[in-house]
């Protein structure tokens, strides 16, 4: 576990900046290990850190579960849980993650862990006190939805080489929807775009018929983990 150094400690001396965010808290739902079902790293043993809480609320949210509850945990102790699997990946994930004053001091704690770590967010608040070491996973949420006005369209000039947008889809509707905003903001030139059909709702061969008829530059996925074990906590 990491402490504040004991020669700080015996001064008297406030902490210094690791060491004070090490000890600071975030609620958290649950620390477990699993294949990293999405994004560019699908497949990899991951140890993830969903947090607690999110002011979104999805119609086609599979984490609700995140919404309330959680135990407070210093980044400490999180850095601490999450190296008992061994793990070479780190996702944060919620709920949504950055509703937390803190998620951006254990993101940096997980980096300095040695961990490549990715934040999953809905992309509604601000990301720019994310540590660059960390690769954003960032929603931007279609129609279907139902929080599209939550966007924080900002976000996207934060967004580098290394990250990800990532748009779930529904219907037609939201394919349409996402194909203009792809182009508007030209995302594909700045980062990856994965389209990800809603699980349950829209065929993923469907949503491949459609990317390959508008010779759409994105990637589809399919949530690996929800096809290996179903739609359950903790996996
Ligand atoms: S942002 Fe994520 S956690 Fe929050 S309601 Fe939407 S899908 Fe659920």
């Not at 070491?133 to 290394?162: A, F, Q």
Request: with cysteine; glycine share 10%; proline share 6%.
């Amino acid at each position: 576990m990491v402490t504040m150094s004991t020669t700080a400690a015996k001064r008297g001396d406030a902490p210094a900046r690791p060491e004070r965010e090490a000890l600071e808290q975030v609620r958290v739902t649950e620390v477990f290990h699993s294949l990293q079902g999405e994004g560019r790293t699908a497949g990899w043993p991951t140890v993830f850190v969903r947090l607690t809480g999110c002011p979104l609320r999805c119609t086609y949210c599979d984490t609700a579960y995140a919404f309330h509850g959680g135990e407070p945990v210093t980044v400490a102790e999180v850095v601490e849980r999450a190296s008992g699997y061994g793990a070479r990946y780190a996702t944060v994930t919620g709920g949504e993650p950055m509703a937390q004053r803190h998620c951006p001091g254990l993101l940096a704690a997980l980096a300095d862990a040695g961990y490549e770590v990715s934040l999953e967010t809905s992309g509604a608040l601000d990301l720019s006190a994310v540590d660059p070491r960390v690769v954003k996973v960032m929603d931007l949420k279609t129609p279907g939805s139902g929080e599209c006005h939550r966007n924080r369209y900002e976000n996207i000039d934060l967004l580098g080489p290394r990250d990800q947008v990532k748009l779930v889809i529904r219907d037609r509707a939201d394919y349409d929807w996402a194909r203009g905003i792809v182009a508007r903001y030209r995302l594909d030139a700045r980062c990856e775009v994965l389209l990800s059909p809603s699980h349950g709702e829209l065929a993923p061969g469907t949503l491949g018929d459609w990317i390959l008829a508008d010779r759409l530059p994105v990637r589809l996925q399919i949530q690996l983990h929800k096809y290996l074990w179903g739609d359950v906590p903790g996996r």
